[in-house]
């Protein structure tokens, strides 16, 4: 019984909760509003988020978490966005561990290269499985507009990363 | 501490590790995968109506702060095209019947005899990599993976996954999306009219090629009126002269080398930012050169996942390649896919995909 309660209110759980609300607003609101036709990505941003925030290790499982449920509405083949999403991650959590003490700046520079990396990343996977036609110029276009809203959105998503996977004392 | 990291090393590992069996398995079309799928979109589907409808004001806010003056150009647009379009119109719809009634006479399958399913774009796809949209309608009202949507100008796209009440259609624009077709060549602008003479008596007359520069006057001496429906980017319809009070009736109809001359290709979506193309066309001296304009359809037969003749769009740009490779063509879309609302699935399967009971 505490076993199973020590589950439940893992940070784990947590994060595979707020990644379903993540996913939500992922799939309805920013798949509509495209700001220079492109749809924000919040799911990257907040896997990003995580690499920056608790390192490689952190970031690329929230990352392989949070793209295995991604993969599960996708046409695309299934573990393709968990692979692309876990070394987006991992690339934000090596980004950081280049700085000493890291200030905020460091970690929006950090949000900001992960998230550019982390959506070329995905054309690059599909072209891989033999989904080619992606891997145009537009990438670019793509990336950096993706790369500017989520460093926008990036204060609101530490917030939420930090209470997400915070470690907490069970009072059981 | 390096128990812990161990511990995620470890996990980190499993996690890499069933990425690459589940794409693997996803590859192969396993069924474990589709069920997978079903499961997590039964709980996810919830929360996910619950944040679309929590969201749609933010949605609508910011569409009527953005898109406002972009509405009311096309709306101005729009309410100009409409105008130019009421008449012509009406005598296309008019030609279609008549078109289907003769291939209904002709025992040949029309479009009008295939039953579709009505439904409502209810989602973009949420990555940048796919073009995709999601509909109300699934396996519950007989829609199939490969079955063509369509919506009031032409093709869309086709099923590419299906639930039971709701379903996802790949765009034309997708890299992944291709389908064979039908070109729509007029090889001379110029027509050159055949008028077949007749009179009441039962003698059959001859039949005399007019010239170009000739009149029909010298033919037929009464007044005759013709009447010419012309739609854009297709070929004239025959037209026929009505019987003159002398007994005498003229018909013109066009030579055959003045019909239409149908190649097929195969169409192949490039992403949003650029058109599709059609490649795979023949070289051929008799389809002649390829003018910007002709239309695209649908070319159908037992292995096409599509009904034939579903127009697709127009070519705009006619890329010639070197040697015996026929030309690649560019192809404006009829439908406009950045904003599609009401769709129709057209609930036909090739015959070679039925399934037997």
């Known amino acids: 019984m505490i076993r199973l309660l020590t589950i439940i209110s893992s940070r784990w759980t947590r994060l595979v909760l707020v990644l379903l609300i993540i996913q939500s607003l992922q799939t309805t609101l920013f798949s509509d509003l495209r700001p220079f036709g492109v749809a924000a990505q919040i799911v990257l941003l907040f896997v990003v988020v995580a690499g920056s925030l608790y390192g490689l290790a952190i970031g690329a499982l929230t990352g392989l978490i949070a793209g295995m449920m991604i993969d599960m509405i996708l046409p695309t083949p299934v573990g393709l966005s968990s692979l692309t999403l876990g070394l987006a991650g991992a690339t934000a959590g090596l980004l950081i561990y280049f700085f000493n003490q890291p200030t905020w700046w460091m970690r929006l520079i950090a949000v900001a290269v992960a998230s550019v990396l982390g959506e070329i990343y995905f054309p690059m996977a599909q072209s891989v499985v033999g989904l080619d036609g992606w891997l145009q ?5 793509v990336a950096l507009i993706v790369a500017i809203c989520n460093v926008i959105i990036s204060p609101l998503a530490i917030v939420v990363c930090r209470w997400t996977l915070s470690e907490r004392k069970t009072a059981v | 501490m390096a128990a812990g990291q161990s511990t995620r090393r470890r996990a980190i590992i499993l996690l890499i590790l069933s990425s690459i069996i589940l794409i693997t398995l996803d590859l192969q079309n396993s069924s474990s995968v589709s069920s997978l799928r079903s499961v997590f979109g039964a709980v996810f589907r919830p929360v996910e109506s619950t944040s679309r409808v929590v969201t749609r004001p933010i949605s609508n806010a910011w569409h009527g702060i953005f898109d406002y003056n972009e509405v009311l150009d096309e709306n101005d647009r729009l309410r100009e095209k409409v105008a130019q379009q009421e008449g012509a119109t009406i005598a296309a719809a008019a030609s279609v ?4 009634e003769l291939l209904a006479l002709n025992g040949l399958p029309t479009l009008a005899g295939i039953n579709a399913v009505t439904t409502q774009v209810i989602g973009d796809s949420p990555t940048n990599f796919a073009q995709t949209v999601e509909i109300n309608q699934g396996s519950e009202s007989g829609i199939r993976v490969g079955m063509p949507v369509l919506n009031a100008a032409g093709l869309v796209g086709k099923i590419t996954k299906v639930y039971g009440d709701r379903a996802v259609v790949m765009l034309i624009t997708d890299p992944d999306f291709a389908l064979s077709i039908k070109v729509i060549n007029t090889p001379r602008l110029a ?13 059959p007359s001859p039949v005399v090629p007019l010239e170009p520069n000739q009149t029909l006057d010298s033919f037929v001496s009464t007044t005759t009126t013709t009447t010419t429906t012309t739609i854009a980017r297709f070929t004239p319809s025959v037209t026929t002269l009505p019987a003159t009070p002398s007994g005498v009736s003229s018909i013109t109809v066009p030579l055959a080398s003045d019909l239409a001359v149908r190649e097929t290709g195969v169409i192949e979506g490039r992403g949003p930012a650029r ?4 490649r ?3 070289n051929s001296l008799r389809f002649g ?4 304009g002709v239309p695209i359809v649908t070319a159908g037969g037992s292995r096409s996942l599509s009904p034939p003749d579903i127009l697709i769009g127009s070519v705009s740009r006619v890329v010639e390649r070197l040697g015996s490779a026929g030309p690649v063509l560019e192809i404006e879309l009829v439908a406009d896919l950045t904003n599609l609302s009401f769709l129709r699935v057209l609930l036909y399967q090739p015959i070679t995909e039925k399934v037997t009971p």
Do not use: E, G, M, W
Request: proline share 3%; no cysteine; aromatic share 4%.
């Open chain 2, 97 to 100: 019947r008549l078109a289907q």
């Open chain 2, 191 to 203: 027509t050159t009219t055949t008028t077949i003479a007749r009179s009441n008596s039962a003698t």
């Open chain 2, 289 to 292: 050169d390829i003018q910007v």
């Open chain 2, 280 to 282: 795979f066309i023949d």
């Open chain 2, 275 to 278: 058109q599709p193309t059609v």
């Open chain 1, 137 to 141: 110029l537009r990438v670019i276009k």
